[in-house]
């Protein structure tokens, strides 16, 4: 496909329409957009521009950002293979998970580089072309899950951005797997992750400090998966934040995936944990939980922290239950969270897409504006209220100005 083009009939957000002091709909416009080298050049009026360049017809199709799954396991999922449910494991205790997992991943290491290429495939056609794939780094697999992840990706390359958490999947200091993690650290991987440094590792200081000094010396960012107690992880979160305190080179480069102990304290602690995990950068990738671990986000993110989702899993030995759509977990959000009003819903979408939306609060239009990139999704919708009501399919996906996904 050529690098150089003119996408006709892009149905743009332009403003709200508003009626007796309330939005009830959201005006939209045709436009032309001219993409150059991966990034939006001119973004015109229907008629303003007459070019000699290739036309693609967008057909009056809704234009989206691109949509991001930042929690992911590429390299351990049962998508493509023959249907299995998740086994019967007193909610999921990690050390039962942990045994079930030095069984399985022998068996899913063979042909782990097929799979995770179906996985990727389904993302693009849900269209997200930004990813976080988290990866294991343990005894059994050593480094093959990440080597075969690796290779897996390598047929994308120019297709998705997809960065990888080395994951110390059965405990960092439990199964000794530092220096296999500085190895893999070395291999490519941007982040450095973690898991449950007081459940799993028994040790909440020393874990802790383990994962922040393999993070500093190989200057990578940290990810860590936090499924403890109100009663062990809110003070793992406390040690993490003063530790920042003393490193500043990571602050705004720490993630705290899943953190359900958020969801077991008060609004008031949630609400000064939440304002020190904004000064000092840290972020929190959530699933969005439904039942008892519904999670306070509405309040994090008025805090200021940056809120992330993802897929986590497709279908694993964790859940049967992933679809691999951003833009179901927006739904699930504007479930959750808001109503099913046009403004509730057109604000949704920002749990999706890294907080890029075509409108801001007052209805202005800030994406897409020429410069750029060309990271979007097309999809048969009148507007991003509807998109996250009704999740319309994917029409085409866009990464870098070329197009890597059209059902
Ligand atoms: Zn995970």
């Given amino acids: 496909m050529t690098d150089h083009f003119i996408l006709i009939n892009v149905r743009l957000e332009t403003g709200f329409i508003e009626n007796d002091g309330h939005i009830q709909g959201t005006q939209c416009d045709l436009f032309n957009i001219e993409i150059k080298d991966g990034q939006m050049v001119a973004i015109c009026g229907q008629n303003e521009v007459q070019s000699a360049l290739p036309q693609i017809d967008a057909d009056g199709m809704l234009m989206l950002p691109t949509l991001r799954d930042m929690h992911i396991h590429l390299d351990k999922t049962f998508y493509g293979r023959a249907w299995r449910a998740a086994k019967p494991n007193n909610e999921q205790d990690i050390f039962q998970m942990i045994a079930l997992e030095q069984q399985l991943l022998p068996t899913l290491l063979p042909d782990s580089v097929e799979h995770a290429q179906q996985l990727i495939a389904l993302l693009l056609s849900k269209g997200s072309t930004v990813i976080r794939s988290h990866c294991n780094i343990d005894p059994v697999s050593g480094l093959r899950s990440l080597e075969h992840l690796l290779q897996a990706l ?6 998705i951005e ?14 000794g797997v530092a220096s296999l993690m500085r190895e893999a650290l070395a291999l490519g991987c941007q982040w450095t992750g973690g898991l449950d440094p007081a459940k799993v590792d028994g040790d909440m200081q020393r874990s802790l400090d383990a994962m922040l000094t393999l993070a500093h010396d190989s200057g990578t960012g940290v990810d860590i998966h936090l499924h403890e107690a109100a009663s062990t992880g809110i003070p793992c979160i406390h040690h993490l934040l003063n530790a920042l305190e003393y490193t500043p080179e990571l602050q705004g480069r720490v993630t705290i995936s899943h953190a359900y102990c958020l969801a077991q304290i008060s609004d008031v602690e949630v609400q000064a944990l939440g304002e020190r995990m904004a000064a000092l950068g840290v972020s929190l990738s959530s699933g969005l939980p439904l039942g008892k671990n519904v999670m306070p986000l509405p309040l994090l993110r008025k805090c200021g922290v940056k809120l992330m989702t993802g897929t986590d899993s497709v279908i694993d030995h964790w859940s049967p239950f992933g679809s691999g759509s951003m833009l179901e977990k927006a739904n699930l959000w504007a479930q959750l969270y808001g109503r099913g009003t046009e403004y509730a819903l057109n604000r949704a979408l920002t749990i999706a897409t890294g907080d890029i939306l075509p409108l801001d609060e007052q209805g202005a239009r800030i994406w897409p504006l020429a410069g750029d990139a060309a990271d979007f999704i097309l999809l048969n919708a009148s507007c991003s209220a509807e998109a996250v009501a009704r999740q319309p399919a994917i029409s085409a996906s866009y990464f870098r100005g070329q197009q890597v996904y059209r059902a």
């Fill in 162 to 175: 997809c960065e990888i958490v080395a994951f110390p999947q059965h405990g960092l200091l439990r199964s």
């Fill in 154 to 159: 390598e047929a994308f390359n120019g297709q």
